[in-house]
C-alpha cells in the first residue's frame, strides 16, 4: 500500500524543483491529486495531509465517494478532469468545482445553462485534442479559436484556461509548449498539463495545474477503461 502522506511529499518537492529550475514560484503550479479507482481510504491520508485539489474522470464515480469527503473537509475542489456526456452536465455541475474538459460548442452550451440553472459558476479548461487523436477527446487545435470564443464571449462561461493529454507515444514537451502558445495568444493564464511521467516537464513548460495519480495513489485498482485519453 503506498503511503499517501510521502508521495504527497515527494510530488510536492518534485514540482518545487521544477519550478525553481524554471525561474517560477511554486505556489502558481497547483497539484491536483486524481484519485480515480482509489477509495476514500486511500484519499482521507491525502486531505489530513492538507491537500485540498483532487481530481475524477468519471462523475459517477465521483458521486459515489466525494459528498461524504466534501461534507468532512468542505475546503475540498473537485476537479472534472474527464470527458463529460451533456446528460451527465447538471449532476457535474452540482458535485464539482472546476471542469477541465470542454471541448465542443453542444458541452458548452448545455454547461452555460445548467449553471446559470443552478447559480453555480465553475471555471472551465477547454480541453485541446494536440495530437490530433481519433479516439481522444479535446477539440481539434484548428478550431480551438472559435470554441474560446464561443465559450467566452457568447456564453460568458468562466474559461480559466486550456488543457492537452499529450499522445502516450509522443515526446510531451512540445505538445506543452503548443498548448503554452495556443493559451497566450488566446489570453488565458491557465494551463492543465502533466501527469505522473510527465509533470515536470509540464512544469517546466508553464503548467498551472498538474494532474498526478499514480505517483501519489499508486497503480489503479481497476483496469482504466476510460482512463488516460479517454478524454
Ligand atoms: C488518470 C488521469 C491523470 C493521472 O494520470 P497518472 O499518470 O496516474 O498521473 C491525469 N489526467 C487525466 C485526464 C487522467 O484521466
Same mark, same amino acid.
Given at each position: 500500500m503506498t503511503d499517501g502522506r510521502a508521495s504527497l511529499k515527494a510530488v510536492t518537492e518534485r514540482i518545487a524543483r521544477a519550478a525553481t529550475d524554471a525561474g517560477r514560484q511554486a505556489g502558481?503550479?497547483?497539484? +491536483?491529486?486524481?484519485?480515480?479507482?482509489?477509495?476514500? =481510504?486511500?484519499? &482521507?491520508?491525502?486531505?489530513? =495531509?492538507?491537500?485540498?485539489h483532487f481530481g475524477e474522470n468519471r462523475v459517477q464515480e465521483a458521486q459515489g465517494k466525494w459528498p461524504a469527503l466534501k461534507d468532512a473537509w468542505p475546503d475540498t475542489v473537485l476537479h472534472l478532469i474527464?470527458?463529460?456526456?451533456? *446528460?451527465?452536465?447538471?449532476?457535474?455541475?452540482?458535485?464539482?468545482?472546476? +471542469?477541465?474538459?470542454?471541448? @465542443?460548442p453542444k458541452l458548452a452550451r448545455t454547461l452555460a445553462r445548467e449553471m446559470d440553472a443552478q447559480d453555480r459558476r465553475l471555471p472551465c479548461f477547454i480541453q485541446v485534442n494536440t495530437g490530433e487523436e481519433d479516439q481522444k477527446g479535446?477539440?481539434?487545435?484548428?478550431e480551438a479559436e472559435d470554441l474560446i470564443r464561443l465559450c467566452r464571449e457568447d456564453l460568458d462561461l468562466p474559461v480559466a484556461g486550456l488543457m492537452?493529454?499529450?499522445?502516450? &507515444?509522443d515526446e510531451p514537451a512540445p505538445h506543452f509548449a503548443f498548448l503554452a502558445r495556443l493559451a497566450a495568444e488566446a489570453g488565458l493564464e491557465g494551463l492543465s498539463m502533466g501527469m505522473?511521467?510527465?509533470? &515536470?516537464? =509540464?512544469v517546466r513548460l508553464g503548467a498551472t495545474h498538474v494532474r498526478v495519480g499514480t505517483a501519489?495513489?499508486?497503480? @489503479? *485498482?481497476?483496469?482504466?477503461?476510460?482512463?488516460?485519453g479517454a478524454g
Open positions: 502558481d503550479i497547483t497539484l +491536483i491529486a486524481v484519485s480515480k479507482t482509489h477509495g476514500a =481510504a486511500a484519499i &482521507e491520508p491525502l486531505l489530513d =495531509a492538507g491537500q485540498q474527464g470527458g463529460l456526456q451533456t *446528460n451527465k452536465v447538471s449532476d457535474a455541475v452540482a458535485l464539482f468545482d472546476v +471542469i477541465h474538459s470542454v471541448d @465542443r479535446g477539440v481539434l487545435p484548428s492537452c493529454i499529450p499522445p502516450l &507515444e505522473t511521467a510527465d509533470f &515536470e516537464t =509540464a501519489l495513489f499508486g497503480p @489503479r *485498482n481497476t483496469a482504466p477503461a476510460a482512463g488516460v
